[in-house]
């Protein structure tokens, strides 16, 4: 079952800062997630973040720690379908969540864990 991790949840994760992920959806990544992926979306904003100071690691860095340490890949869906996708979630302003929704709509409605209210109001296969 594919699952992908938003912005905050892709850092708490790679932090170890289990504590910050709601049960609901800790629960999701360990017995029900086989296949956790991060949209290139997430890389992005991760490298914004850490360029400003909100983080203290590079995107690659965090992109390491995940796929080695949670075994978490990113997704190669094609740009066009997510763009395409994206075209359609017009609830959002935000570029990032608008393209992380969209990357988790595109692959058939696949899981994203998420704490972020909106997403979890727009999109149906939220968890949090």
Same mark, same amino acid.
């Given at each position: 079952m594919i699952t992908y991790l938003d912005t905050s949840v892709s850092v708490w994760l790679a932090q +170890?800062? @289990?504590? /910050?992920?709601?049960? #609901?959806?800790?629960?999701?990544?360990?017995?029900?997630?086989?296949? =956790?992926?991060?949209? $290139?979306? #997430?890389?992005? *904003?991760?490298?914004?973040?850490? *360029?400003?100071? /909100?983080? @203290? @690691? $590079?995107?690659?860095?965090?992109?390491? +720690? @995940? *796929? #080695? *340490?949670?075994? #978490?890949?990113? =997704?190669?869906l094609g740009f066009p379908l997510i763009a395409e996708t994206a075209l359609r979630e017009n609830w959002t302003r935000d570029p990032f969540d608008r393209l992380i929704t969209a990357h988790a709509r595109a692959n058939s409605l696949a899981w994203l864990v998420t704490a972020d209210r909106r997403i979890r109001e727009a999109y149906p296969r939220a968890i949090w």
């Open positions: +170890k800062s @289990l504590d /910050r992920i709601s049960a #609901v959806a800790l629960d999701h990544l360990i017995h029900t997630a086989t296949d =956790c992926r991060l949209s $290139p979306t #997430v890389l992005l *904003e991760l490298e914004f973040l850490y *360029e400003i100071g /909100r983080i @203290l @690691l $590079p995107a690659a860095d965090i992109r390491r +720690k @995940l *796929e #080695v *340490e949670a075994g #978490v890949t990113v =997704c190669d």
